[in-house]
């Protein structure tokens, strides 16, 4: 590292685990990447595993760590409660944990929760929530945050109002992995292509009101009738979720539409949105989570950030 580290971010999910080292500025100096989530990681120890990593990208022994994910669940390191919304983003800040008994000074950022006739719960989007606020200065709008659990959040005035979780990601990998079209899909997986004409067939067929339901059996019927091939198989299966998923985001919320994704997940939805005459901004995640972790390190720590 030629800079002088300020700060440690990570991102540390069920099954992945992301770290970067910024200098005062929120520029990466190093990062890395691994499987290291949290079933691993409890069983190995968080403290170690972090400290690990730490130690690999020659982080110092003072360096302040900030972390969201599920580290901050029941199931991970230590609970960081949840923040109710509606939401100031600064409240986010101020719910962050310290993490006891160790050398280093680590904090866990809180996750969003709302409560009543729509339960519902995030926990790491909003820190990609945070940083996408920011890189755009929004004070209005939605933000749609594509992923295994896809998150639509009212933003007004500043604030979280309200959101939306949809299974998209998780029920494409069970349908394509565990259910009868795997038989269609086979390998084909990630083959899933915004350009296949399946994909656009099925997004203008779910948003035009039909039910999904109704419309995954014929992967496998186009499989055995019309000789339909895996990619095609991926990419009407992807295109029936996710086309879903925006006819029913576009019921419940109006005005323009912060897509946070990253490649093909940015390609599929940036697709979606324009089939279904959404107009929208697009924010890197990766871009997201790292301003969002670096702004709550600010906030935390002050003294050592870009005004110091």
């Not at 866990?108 to 820190?127: D, F, H």
């Not at 959040?153 to 949809?166: C, D, P």
Request: hydrophobic share 45%; net charge negative.
């Amino acid at each position: 590292m030629t800079s002088t580290p300020c700060y440690a971010l990570s991102d540390w999910g069920t099954s992945r685990f992301r770290l970067w080292i910024v200098d005062n500025e929120g520029r990466v100096l190093a990062e890395k990447r691994s499987d290291d989530g949290l079933d691993t990681s409890r069983s190995r120890g968080f403290a170690l595993t972090l400290e690990g990593h730490l130690a690999g990208l020659g982080a110092p022994a003072g360096l302040p760590v900030i972390i969201c994910g599920m580290a901050g669940s029941r199931q991970g390191w230590i609970e960081a409660n949840y923040v109710p919304v509606p939401a100031d983003l600064s409240a986010i800040l101020s719910g962050a944990v310290k993490i006891q008994g160790i050398d280093r000074d680590v904090r866990i950022i809180p996750g969003l929760a709302q409560s009543g006739t729509s339960p519902n719960v995030m926990r790491g989007e909003e820190t990609q929530l945070l940083g996408a606020i920011l890189d755009r200065n929004l004070s209005n709008g939605i933000i749609a945050m594509p992923g295994t659990h896809s998150k639509w959040v009212e933003l007004e005035h500043g604030r979280a109002k309200s959101f939306s979780t949809y299974l998209t990601g998780e029920l494409y990998a069970l349908l394509a992995s565990q259910s009868i079209l795997r038989h269609s899909i086979g390998d084909a997986a990630a083959s899933a292509s915004p350009d296949h004409p399946q994909f656009t067939a099925a997004l203008e067929l779910m948003l035009s009101g039909e039910r999904m339901l109704g419309e995954l059996f014929g992967i496998r019927a186009a499989m055995l009738l019309d000789n339909l091939q895996p990619e095609g198989a991926a990419s009407r299966l992807s295109g029936l979720l996710i086309g879903a998923e925006v006819a029913a985001a576009k019921v419940k919320l109006s005005g323009k539409v912060t897509l946070v994704a990253s490649d093909a997940m940015a390609a599929l939805y940036g697709k979606a949105l324009r089939v279904a005459g959404l107009e929208f901004d697009l924010v890197d995640a990766d871009e997201a989570v790292r301003k969002g972790l670096f702004v709550a390190a600010c906030g935390i720590w002050p003294a050592r950030g870009p005004s110091a």
